[in-house]
């Protein structure tokens, strides 16, 4: 049930914060706000030392399709890009930043 999964803004409340603010930044106010309701459903799985990214939602079976879009965000270290359908915010791709702390 999702509903059992963790939240982003409890487990990671530096960076749920730092999305937020980003997003705000960018006039992106919907997904600032959806920041709140964000899960963490599963990580990247690449295994890369650098990544550190993570889905929101079931990941998809090939392409996100119709509906997707990159928002590439702006902070002071390393990328945050988040990937969006239909103004929901799927993944959030974390990459060379110091590590956050363990999420399990």
């Known amino acids: 049930m999702a509903s059992d999964l963790p939240l982003v803004r409890v487990v990671f409340p530096d960076l749920a914060a730092e999305l937020a603010s980003l997003l705000v930044e960018e006039g992106e106010f919907d997904l600032a706000t959806a920041i709140a309701g964000l899960r963490l459903v599963a990580d990247c799985g690449?295994?890369?030392?650098?990544?550190?990214?993570?889905?929101?939602?079931?990941?998809?079976?090939?392409?996100?399709?119709?509906?997707?879009?990159?928002?590439?965000l702006l902070p002071a270290k390393g990328m945050l890009i988040l990937d969006v359908v239909d103004d929901r915010i799927m993944y959030v791709e974390v990459l060379a930043r110091a590590p956050m702390r363990d999420r399990r």
């Open 46 to 72: 690449c295994g890369d030392d650098f990544c550190q990214s993570f889905y929101t939602a079931d990941r998809p079976d090939g392409a996100y399709g119709p509906g997707h879009r990159c928002v590439p």
